[in-house]
């Protein structure tokens, strides 16, 4: 088994319904308390297992300070199926099926890297958007927050790829958030151990949980079903179907650390026309205008 | 990534301390004389207390000691397991060295000869390994680069043939002229390999927020962190220093870890005032402080790329 979450940036609000569950669960799971510190004063801080950035993305400018796609940055696994790598067709509406892929499209250069997030700009829609991207543990399958550790603390389990951690051997060197490139490890500062995402391990076998709620608190708690979860070595599983019709994609693959995590690109939206300008006769305006003034 | 004081007193005077030993039992392995079994001890001895009190202050950095003794349980996987294994396998075997050197009366046989060699294989292997903790992190780019554990490498023989030859000059009166040369030669070429370091990672390359969110055809920029204070990660992952004073201090580097020893040495030849190279040593011990802070300030750790840096 191969389990990890899909995250549809789609549809994700930025809510932090996730983590706020994430939290309340976890303290009180096997690996709680999640501390805080100075929960009420000036300057709080504590561990979570998920937090949830908030990215404008829109069409990369001719600015060259400013980094844009690099070919190089993707890894073989990481290349989109054939069918998506056509080149984009003068046709927008008949290649509509494939456009929603444009977003995490691979940049070859002289392919035109105007449509994407299903905006285009040569409709003359504003060519941005707004994405909530939640992050938790990637449950890596070459997670090497696993092999620096030098308690043995660190495990991941392999009959499901959950990463865990054991808390009674954890010292606190720090080393294996310094090797996680996701941000997914946090030390308790009360316990003065690390902390992740277990993927609600204590959830998921529970079997006096009724079968519907086995499954990890963010998951159960996000409003638009933005989250999904389940095996991704099982082909006919809802994770595996979505990632593959999708396009889901890992992050940071030019690392090496192979995410099990999918994040679902923005779909492709209906494209609304712009209301157009008419020119309107002098006359006509002070018509208008004479006819405000009279109203009044 | 934040320099953290514990660590680079650690890495900075264990390196020396380690240095100071190899140099110590090399010298007696290649000469195959022990000279003043007294002085022996005595340059083992601060060797060995350099090391330590470097080893000690590494376990400061500690959220949860009590644990810390797991440390040595995963060699086969983690290179700060690996620190730990043989900067303690060193304890026994630089004991017995000396041990077996007094009691022999001072004279190199074969058998110590074996043990010489085994605790300077063990020396270099624990500063490899120091080396190797940071080069082995992927995520910082500034450290996953091949020139990282050579210049630890590089620093800690450099800074010891120094301490060897000042413990010699305060000693036995006179500076070794081998271990000098050794150190100048070893200095300059520190001095290179660290400019080709400052080079290699000046380059833009790596990770970018792109990259990190997998939008990699768009132009994405960070509109909210998700918190209004502080976090673990942006505490231990985000610390700019500011360019200029990175620049500033990268200049105070190169005097105080290169040209000021450098001329001190060259002077203490040519003017023959000995003296001066302690003061050399002064300026090569803060200038290594300066070089292992530089090491933590310039080091960009990816999660930076969640928190608002456009790369790496």
Same mark, same amino acid.
């Given at each position: 088994m191969k389990l990890g979450l899909v995250i549809d940036l789609d549809t994700c609000v930025g809510c932090h319904a996730c983590a706020t569950a994430c939290k309340q669960w976890n303290t009180s799971g096997t690996i709680g308390p999640l501390s805080d510190q100075n929960p009420y004063g000036k300057n709080p801080i504590g561990s979570w297992l998920n937090r949830i950035r908030t990215y404008e993305v829109k069409e990369p400018s001719a600015d060259p300070r400013l980094p844009s796609a690099d070919p190089r940055l993707l890894s073989a696994d990481q290349k989109l199926p054939q069918a998506h790598q056509k080149p984009p067709s003068d046709n927008q509406e008949s290649s509509c099926g494939s456009q929603q892929f444009d977003l995490y499209a691979l940049a070859t250069k002289g392919e035109s890297a105007l449509s994407f997030a299903g905006i285009n700009s040569a409709t003359g829609a504003p060519a941005s958007k707004t994405v909530h991207m939640p992050m938790s543990c990637m449950q890596c399958e070459d997670a090497d927050c696993v092999t620096v550790c030098p308690t043995g603390a660190s495990y991941k389990r392999a009959e499901d790829g959950i990463v865990l951690i054991d808390q009674d051997k954890c010292m606190g060197c720090n080393l294996c958030s310094w090797a996680c490139p996701y941000g997914a490890r946090e030390l308790d500062e009360e316990q003065g151990v690390m902390k992740k995402c277990t993927l609600c391990v204590d959830r998921i076998y529970d079997e006096k949980l009724p079968e519907s709620e086995r499954q990890p608190a963010c998951v159960l708690s996000c409003p638009t079903s933005s989250r999904v979860f389940g095996d991704? @070595? @099982?082909? !006919? !599983?809802d994770v595996s179907r979505l990632t593959i019709e999708r396009g889901g994609k890992g992050l940071m693959p030019e690392l090496g650390y192979k995410p099990t995590n999918r994040y679902l690109p923005p779909r492709e939206t209906a494209q609304v026309p712009a209301m157009a300008k008419t020119k309107q006769p002098a006359l006509s305006k002070l018509k208008k205008w004479a006819n405000r003034v009279i109203a009044r | 990534m934040k320099p953290a004081f514990s660590v680079l007193f650690f890495t900075v005077t264990s390196g020396i301390g380690y240095g100071l030993l190899m140099w110590l039992v090399a010298m007696q392995l290649i000469s195959g004389q022990v000279g003043e079994l007294q002085n022996f001890l005595m340059v083992g001895f601060i060797g060995l207390t350099l090391a330590t009190l470097g080893l000690l202050s590494s376990t400061l950095h500690l959220a949860n000691p009590k644990n810390a003794w797991r440390a040595f349980s995963r060699f086969r996987t983690s290179w700060l397991s690996r620190e730990g294994v043989f900067s303690i396998l060193y304890y026994p075997v630089i004991l017995l060295y000396a041990y077996a050197l007094y009691v022999n009366g001072g004279e190199l046989n074969p058998a110590i000869k074996i043990i010489g060699a085994v605790s300077l294989l063990i020396a270099l292997a624990t500063v490899i390994c120091t080396g190797m903790i940071y080069a082995s992190l992927k995520p910082i780019r500034q450290w996953h680069n091949p020139l990282v554990t050579p210049l630890y490498l590089l620093f800690s023989v450099t800074s010891g043939a120094l301490a060897y030859s000042i413990l010699a000059l305060a000693l036995e009166g006179s500076l070794p002229y081998f271990v000098m040369s050794a150190f100048l030669i070893l200095l300059l070429t520190s001095l290179l390999v660290k400019i080709v370091y400052l080079k290699s990672i000046g380059k833009p390359e790596g990770s970018t927020i792109g990259s990190a969110t997998g939008f990699t055809q768009a132009q994405v920029r960070l509109l909210d962190a998700g918190h209004n204070g502080d976090t673990f990660l942006s505490n231990e992952f985000v610390f700019d220093a500011g360019a200029m004073k990175l620049l500033r201090l990268r200049w105070l580097m190169i005097i105080l870890l290169f040209v000021v020893p450098l001329v001190l040495v060259v002077a203490t030849y040519m003017f023959d005032v000995a003296p001066a190279v302690y003061l050399a040593m002064i300026s090569l011990y803060l200038g290594l402080f300066v070089e292992r802070w530089l090491f933590f300030a310039e080091a960009r750790h990816v999660v930076r790329l969640y928190h608002g840096d456009q790369r790496a």
């Open positions: 991704f @070595d @099982d082909p !006919s !599983s | -």
